[in-house]
């Protein structure tokens, strides 16, 4: 086994799983923003889980995007994050909606986005471990 | 919102991520086309939001989600030249035009919820 240095992960396919991670922090983000501004008081748990998400979305696009070993740390965290929250919340919403009043990006495996909530963060733990040094 | 003019942009749109998953498929840098064919997208984009704003903020038109919808307007106007910056800033060749189809996509998918909005203040 030749000793091998980290692959940038913005490098190659990584840019294209970039721009979708980009894309989901501003929409998700944005979307927050609004629903907080206007109508937080009819969901406060969604609104809030919302923009939790879309801070996950930056992170994992700021930890991606860079290079070195503390943004690649961020980057897993990031989506390891996203992964156990999509999964959760998926969970819970399938099993209950009393509690969710409004959707979020999360919300049944992230169904209102096409299911993209659920399968990027697995892209993104298979970029990041084949592009780490080994 | 223009019905026509939706129209034309999802076809744009759908066009210019076919033709930049082409390019990656090609192994093809985004050239001087990929460019114009982001300017030609843009420019109809522009257009659109333009009408669109004009009629929310002018008072001629009600929508009960109109900071959203004002917020994806300008978000359907954003992404196209940023995801073309990071598209030509790629140093391996192949990838970059599938930047633009996620770009254009992405945009796609933002004027068809602007789409929706727009109908739901319409009824």
């Given at each position: 086994m030749s000793e091998r240095a980290a692959t940038p992960t913005s490098s190659g396919p990584g840019r294209v799983l970039i721009a979708v991670y980009a894309i989901f922090a501003l929409a998700a983000t944005a979307r927050a923003a609004v629903q907080i501004a206007t109508k937080?008081?009819?969901a406060p748990v969604a609104y809030l889980l919302s923009a939790f998400a879309g801070v996950v979305y930056i992170l994992a696009t700021i930890g991606l995007a860079g290079t070195g070993p503390g943004r690649r740390r961020l980057a897993w965290a990031a989506v390891g994050i996203e992964l156990v929250g999509v999964l959760a919340v998926g969970t819970i919403t399938v099993l209950d909606t009393t509690d969710f009043p409004d959707d979020t990006v999360?919300?049944?495996?992230?169904r209102g986005y096409g299911f993209v909530p659920l399968v990027l963060p697995l892209i993104g733990l298979w970029w990041l471990r084949r592009t780490r040094a080994r | 919102m223009i019905g026509a003019l939706v129209i034309v942009v999802y076809v744009a749109t759908g066009l210019l991520a076919v033709y930049g998953l082409v390019r990656a498929v090609q192994g093809r840098h985004p050239g001087r086309d990929t460019r114009v064919g982001v300017g030609i997208v843009e420019a109809l984009l522009v257009v659109q939001a333009a009408i669109a704003a004009f009629r929310v903020l002018g008072g001629g038109t009600a929508l009960p989600e109109q900071g959203t919808f004002l917020i994806y307007l300008v978000v359907s106007i954003c992404v196209l030249p940023i995801g073309l910056q990071f598209a030509v800033t790629e140093?391996?060749?192949?990838?970059g035009g599938a930047v633009v189809a996620v770009a254009a996509i992405g945009t796609g998918v933002a004027v068809w919820r602007l789409a929706e909005l727009w109908a739901a203040g319409s009824v």
């Open positions: 937080f008081s009819e999360w919300s049944l495996y992230g | 140093p391996t060749t192949r990838w």
